[in-house]
Structure formats: structure tokens, C-alpha cells
């Protein structure tokens, strides 16, 4: 069964401090690996994008990896801001059925002053 | 652009009684899907559709109906309310025929039954 599994469940940390969220899967053939944001209360957002070929994507204090021999994948928060708690969320999809993705449970981040 | 939009915001109903929940989008993205969110866990797929007139079930389709007559919107049916469908929905277009898939999701629909 594909699947997806994240770790740590839950993450308390301090402002101003990095933090990395782990995203291991199984999904075969592999496409691409998505890291959404969701806040409470609202629908998920695009944070990176990344394909078979990339192993590295950022977008600003963002930076998402991606190891697809041994099917890992982590997004790193630099400099964490009040805002930054939410959940994130890794999603796998497969070569052969584009939008049909398999969703990871998610982090829960929490960001204290 | 709109993006996707989802009405309504939240919802109460009884058991044993029946409604839609809307969803359209604006990108002319040929694949929608509808999920289902509970509380601390990942989002499941209901129903989704790859293109107007084609529609196939997800992981939890039971107790759900969904109709694709245009490109633009998806609605999903609960035929017959369980206090077991007591989640938040969210429906997604995505922006397939390339090499990624961007996922596009509505802010969702809170939906009560008791």
C-alpha cells in the first residue's frame, strides 16, 4: 500500500529557532512531493513543489529535500516566526495517476514567543 | 481569479437528511477532488474527477454522490446525513499535463451532523 509517513506528529519550538519535518513514503512510481501549509481553519497552500530530478526547492525561509533513492523527504524552517504555526503537510503523488495523491497525516508546528 | 471557492462555509444538519455541498474554480483545471478532513488526522479522498462527465470514487466514497457537468464545478451530494460524516470537506482542482501537479484547495466546509 503507498503510503505516507511524517514525523515528528507534533513540534513545539521557540521563535527565531529552525526547525526540520521529516516525510518518508513509499509511493511507486514516484512523481513529485508537495509540502503544504495548512493554518487552522483553512485549506491547505503550496509551499514546494518537487520532482524525481530536484533534491533541493526553497521558497524563502522554506527549504524542502528530497532523497529519492531512499524515498525521504524533509522541509527545513529557518528563522520561525509566530505565523509559521500550522500544520504541514507532505503529499506524494504517483507517475501514473496525476492528481490521485496520497496525503501524510502532518506536523503540527507550534511557534512560541 | 477566484481560485476555488466552497459554499457553504459551515453546516449543521440532522441525521437522515440530505444536501450539497458546492465547490467551482475559476483555472480550468480539468481534475477536481473532494476530501475529507478529521480532526488530527489527513486528508482522505471521497470522489474525484479528471475531466466534465468523468467522476471515479476515492478511499471513503460511501454515503457521497458526485456529478461533473462542467469543467468548473463539482458538487458532492450527502445522500442520506451520518453523524459519522461530521468533518470538514475540502475540495481541490489541480493543474495536471505536466510534470507537476499543483493542487489548488478551497478554504472548506464545516459540516455538522447530529
Known amino acids: 500500500k503507498n503510503q505516507v509517513e511524517q514525523s515528528p506528529q507534533s513540534l513545539i519550538i521557540l521563535e527565531g529557532k529552525n526547525c526540520t519535518l521529516q516525510?518518508?513514503?513509499?509511493?511507486?512510481?514516484?512523481?513529485?512531493l508537495r509540502w503544504y501549509k495548512q493554518d487552522t481553519g483553512r485549506g491547505p497552500v503550496s509551499l514546494t513543489i518537487?520532482?524525481?530530478?530536484?533534491n533541493t526547492k526553497s521558497n524563502g525561509r522554506y527549504t524542502a529535500t528530497l532523497d529519492a533513492d531512499t524515498k525521504q523527504s524533509s522541509l527545513h524552517i529557518t528563522a520561525s516566526q509566530l505565523s509559521d504555526s500550522a500544520s504541514y503537510i507532505c503529499?506524494?503523488?504517483?507517475?501514473?495517476?496525476?492528481?490521485?495523491?496520497?496525503f501524510g497525516d502532518g506536523t503540527t508546528l507550534t511557534v512560541k514567543p | 481569479n477566484a481560485g476555488v471557492t466552497q459554499t457553504p462555509k459551515f453546516q449543521v444538519l440532522k441525521t437522515g437528511q440530505s444536501m450539497t455541498l458546492q465547490c467551482a474554480q475559476d483555472?480550468?483545471?480539468?481534475?477536481m477532488s473532494w476530501y475529507r478532513q478529521d480532526p488530527g488526522m489527513g486528508l482522505r479522498l471521497i470522489h474525484y474527477?479528471?475531466?466534465?462527465?468523468?467522476?471515479d470514487q476515492g478511499e471513503v466514497p460511501n454515503g457521497y454522490n458526485v456529478s461533473r457537468s462542467t469543467t468548473e464545478d463539482f458538487p458532492l451530494r450527502l445522500l442520506s446525513a451520518a453523524p459519522s460524516q461530521t468533518s470538514v470537506y475540502f475540495c481541490?482542482?489541480?493543474?495536471?499535463?505536466?510534470?507537476?501537479?499543483?493542487?489548488?484547495f478551497g478554504p472548506g466546509t464545516r459540516l455538522t451532523v447530529t
Open positions: 481541490a482542482s489541480t493543474l495536471t499535463g505536466t510534470s507537476v501537479h499543483e493542487q489548488y
Open positions: 518537487m520532482t524525481f530530478s530536484e
Open positions: 503529499v506524494v503523488s504517483k507517475r501514473t495517476n496525476a492528481g490521485k495523491s496520497t
Open positions: 516525510c518518508n513514503y513509499t509511493v511507486s512510481p514516484f512523481s513529485n
Open positions: 483555472m480550468n483545471h480539468e481534475y
Open positions: 474527477s479528471v475531466g466534465a462527465g468523468i467522476t
